[in-house]
């Protein structure tokens, strides 16, 4: 794949993109993928976006499907990521700076410039079938969404709950689409047996800040549908607010758990902005952009939840901020899941484990 960053027509760019600019990144010269041509969605093609940022698909081979943690502030130590890079655009995403180990940009490359995972059904039910292997809920969307725009092609997610459904494993997904239905054949019967459980990510109620910060993801309407649509169907789910930015969206806490609540979600959570890494250069530049008259006021906010940087690595800390901005955004949650009848945060989300099986054949497939 030509890693060349060609020339990019910036005032087009920034209609359909998240980053206003491709800087680049740190650098490990890692070997180049198998390239797979390139995918074009629906809104190239409305809003005629030049070649040079159309998005490119690059198929990607590990040997492992299954990323593990033991970050103390993460309630999953397993998680499958289909995707590298989202086309959904999120300017906050901390997942950027991960493209830097494919020697890309974590600006507009990672939202171009994607990998799909075609293999990750079959890795997963190899990792499945192995004897040691002790079952424990699998997290979903936990680093880039796994139904982005391309999932629709690629159908890798549906492949892997597919392998998770058939042996009754747990799985929690995270993300902020309503393409979540599109597997509710599968998502529901898991559910019934308490093996399945969906949080939808809703930053902003408002289209048009919606569409800044997230240029790429549904309307933040779709995403309320698909939260009433799996309640409905029996399907655990939750509203997450992640990420609250302050003098953005920190304004509509009260009328996003709201909705979570007529929507029939079972809980509502949010997380400070992070910015780590390369993001918080990118965020900056996308605040002289899109919010020059509060740039400052937003930065000064983050600063102050940061302990006086861009950003604060520490595990639980991260997930919460520090100072009075952060126990007043706390108090307001509170405040409104007790008002709109959500007053369960703190109830651990059970899946089921017991239920686990090795995959059919799976003996047989592995000699």
């Known amino acids: 794949m030509d890693h060349a960053r060609p020339h990019h027509d910036r005032s087009k760019a920034r209609a359909v993109r998240g980053a206003t600019r491709n800087d680049s990144s740190r650098r490990f010269n890692l070997p180049q993928t198998e390239a797979d041509g390139d995918w074009l969605d629906d809104r190239d093609l409305i809003d005629g976006e030049p070649a040079s940022l159309r998005t490119t698909v690059t198929i990607e081979r590990p040997k492992t499907i299954i990323s593990r943690n033991k970050s103390p502030d993460v309630p999953f130590d397993r998680s499958i990521n289909p995707y590298r890079g989202c086309e959904h655009g ?31 059904a079959a890795l997963l039910r190899a990792e499945l079938a192995k004897p040691g292997y002790a079952c424990q809920p699998m997290a979903m969307g936990t680093n880039t969404d796994p139904y982005q725009p391309i999932e629709r092609e690629w159908r890798v997610t549906r492949g892997v709950i597919e392998v998770l459904a058939e042996c009754d494993h747990p799985l929690f997904i995270t993300t902020k689409s309503d393409r979540v239905l599109r597997d509710l054949d599968l998502l529901e019967p898991m559910a019934k047996k308490g093996l399945a459980a969906v949080a939808v990510s809703v930053t902003s109620l408002v289209p048009k800040i919606a569409m800044t910060i997230e240029p790429r993801a549904p309307h933040p309407e779709r995403r309320l549908t698909a939260v009433r649509r799996l309640a409905d169907a029996g399907v655990p789910v939750y509203v997450n607010m992640a990420p609250v930015i302050p003098a953005i969206t920190d304004s509509e806490v009260e009328a996003i758990v709201e909705r979570a609540a007529e929507a029939g979600a079972r809980g509502v959570s949010f997380i400070p902005v992070r910015l780590p890494y390369e993001v918080a250069p990118l965020f900056r530049a996308w605040l002289d952009e899109h919010f020059p008259d509060r740039a400052g006021k937003v930065m000064s906010i983050i600063n102050s939840l940061r302990g006086g940087k861009d950003n604060d690595p520490n595990f639980f800390a991260r997930m919460r901020g520090q100072g009075a901005w952060a126990e007043l955004l706390r108090a307001r949650f509170l405040i409104a899941r007790r008002r709109f009848g959500i007053d369960r945060n703190g109830e651990k ?19």
Do not use: V
């Open 90 to 120: 999120c300017i906050y995403c901390f997942a950027r700076p991960t493209h830097a180990f494919h020697d890309l940009s974590p600006g507009l490359d990672f939202e171009t410039k994607l990998f799909a995972k075609p293999d990750a």
């Open 349 to 367: 989300m059970q899946l089921r484990t017991d239920l686990f099986h090795p995959p059919r054949g799976a003996q047989g497939e592995l000699f």
